[in-house]
């Protein structure tokens, strides 16, 4: 069962909801030079066919902004564009089809210069994600002796309160920190007193292994208690993954999912067959298919039809065999080699 959900209200991002008990959306950022029209698309569209809804894409300088809105032009995910320190950028960028603004208040510089970003998204009728992070704190709070969780949320909400005396309530927001402690302390106390959408990441994660742990402790923490409206994970890796991540993070807890699930035993002394490649190969296969089934990959009768009676379908080792299982009920035996061919004939009869 979903967690009960903490309630904000409800931006749009192009087509694409945001809060107000929408489904949590997954995001992702691209890699590429942004002033490379054609390698960032094909990014993008790698990025929308492993399931991401919403995509950023920065704009460093001047020169990039023509490419900037030949990539929102066709793009097929609606388009972030993030924007530090420049605060001209943000407003070329509205201009040339953002659906949604990134901006760190603290390093784009005086007040009237954020009040020209907000003015310009009003007028377009697109969000802002007002993002803190330890470099990019309140001036008045960056000093003070405070836990950075204290830092972070006191810095989001001046300037929640500062976009909302100047009538604007688009707002979408993010505290992120590198440490995980930080980032929830963060967002469990933002999470009851702004009414926004919060955007959940744990910022300068790591690396694939690394940031995909940090981000699932805590994401997952976060998630099961309902906070978190939207969400990247970001990683030192192929934003591809960062985009996977995110979506096993959803379905571990039962909150979404876009495709099959893959149960896989650890192995130990009872299996006779070499498991492991067969459950990678099984995963890589799955990774094309959305319909969300599950799938189990069993090294031995003792973990097979009978722990894994909800499965849709799986597989359970013998030596040099596999037995083909679907919801617990044996339908056919195959030599070990053609183990995942059957599989697959059989996910397909589903």
């Known amino acids: 069962?979903?967690?009960?959900?903490?309630?904000?209200?409800?931006?749009?991002?192009?087509?694409?909801?945001?809060?107000?008990?929408?489904?949590?959306?997954?995001?992702?950022?691209?890699?590429?030079?942004?002033?490379?029209?054609?390698?960032?698309?094909?990014?993008?569209?790698?990025?929308?066919e492993a399931g991401c809804e919403i995509v950023r894409v920065a704009i460093p300088r001047a020169e990039m902004l023509e490419a900037f809105g030949a990539i929102c032009a066709a793009s097929p995910l609606p388009v972030v564009a993030d924007i530090h320190f420049d605060h001209?950028?943000?407003?070329?960028?509205?201009?040339?089809?953002?659906?949604?603004?990134?901006i760190n208040p603290g390093n784009i510089g005086a007040l009237d210069r954020v009040d020209a970003v907000l003015e310009a998204a009003g007028e377009a009728g697109i969000p802002v994600r007002i993002g803190v992070n330890a470099g990019s704190l309140a001036p008045e709070v960056q000093d003070r002796d405070w836990d950075l969780a204290d830092k972070l949320v006191a810095s989001a909400v001046t300037y929640c309160d500062h976009a909302a005396s100047r009538g604007f309530s688009d707002i979408v927001v993010s505290a992120k920190?590198?440490?995980?402690?930080?980032?929830?302390?963060?967002?469990?106390?933002?999470?009851?007193?702004?009414?926004?959408?919060?955007?959940?990441?744990?910022?300068?994660?790591?690396?694939?292994?690394?940031?995909?742990?940090?981000?699932?402790?805590?994401?997952?923490?976060?998630?099961?208690?309902?906070i978190g409206d939207t969400m990247r994970v970001s990683l030192t890796a192929d934003p591809v993954e960062e985009v996977r991540v995110a979506w096993d993070i959803l379905a571990s807890l039962d909150i979404r999912r876009n495709g099959p699930e893959l149960v896989s035993c650890p192995t130990c002394g009872r299996c006779e067959i070499d498991l492991i490649p067969i459950a990678e190969e099984v995963a890589r296969r799955l990774a094309g298919i959305r319909t969300p089934i599950k799938v189990a990959v069993m090294g031995c009768v003792v973990n097979g039809p009978g722990e894994s009676r909800d499965a849709d379908i799986g597989v359970a080792a013998g030596r040099g065999v596999g037995l083909i299982f679907s919801r617990g009920e044996v339908v056919r035996k195959v030599p070990e080699a053609q183990i995942v061919d059957a599989l697959f004939e059989e996910i397909g009869r589903l």
């Open 88 to 102: 001209r950028l943000a407003i070329e960028a509205v201009r040339l089809g953002a659906a949604k603004l990134r």
């Open 1 to 48: 069962m979903s967690p009960l959900r903490h309630e904000t209200r409800p931006v749009m991002v192009g087509p694409v909801p945001v809060g107000g008990g929408a489904p949590i959306a997954v995001q992702s950022m691209t890699t590429t030079d942004t002033g490379d029209v054609a390698a960032t698309l094909a990014q993008i569209g790698r990025l929308a």
């Open 177 to 226: 920190a590198s440490s995980v402690r930080a980032t929830v302390d963060a967002y469990r106390k933002l999470s009851g007193l702004v009414p926004y959408p919060l955007h959940l990441g744990v910022t300068e994660a790591g690396t694939l292994l690394g940031g995909t742990v940090k981000s699932s402790v805590g994401l997952g923490i976060l998630l099961d208690e309902g």
